[in-house]
C-alpha cells in the first residue's frame, strides 16, 4: 500500500502516512486503556489525533490539484 502511495502522493502525505503506520503499529505492544482512561485523555488534552497530520497533508494535495485543474484548459472540465 505504502508503494502506491508513494507513487501517486506528495512526499508530505506519505510521510504522514507512514508515521500513522507506524503509530498504529506501535499501540499493539502497549497496554489497552478502559474507555474511561480515553475519556480523560480526550478531555484532558492530551490525546494526539494520529490522523491529523495526515488528514491536512491530504488536504493541501486535494487543494494543490484543483488548482492545477482551474488553471487547465476548459477549467477543470475533464471528461464532462
Not at 502522493?9 to 503499529?25: G, H, M, P, Y
Not at 494520529?50 to 472540465?77: K, N, T, W, Y
Request: glycine share 10%.
Amino acid at each position: 500500500m505504502m508503494s502506491r502511495m508513494r507513487a501517486s502522493f506528495s512526499l508530505n502525505v506519505v510521510v504522514c502516512a507512514e508515521k500513522v503506520a507506524f503509530e498504529t503499529v506501535g499501540a499493539y505492544s502497549k497496554p489497552n486503556r478502559t474507555v474511561t482512561e480515553l475519556r480523560e485523555l480526550i478531555k484532558g488534552g492530551t490525546w494526539a489525533d494520529p490522523l491529523e497530520d495526515s488528514a491536512e497533508a491530504v488536504r493541501e494535495g486535494r487543494r494543490q490539484f484543483d488548482h492545477i485543474l482551474e488553471c487547465a484548459p476548459g477549467g477543470g472540465q475533464i471528461g464532462r
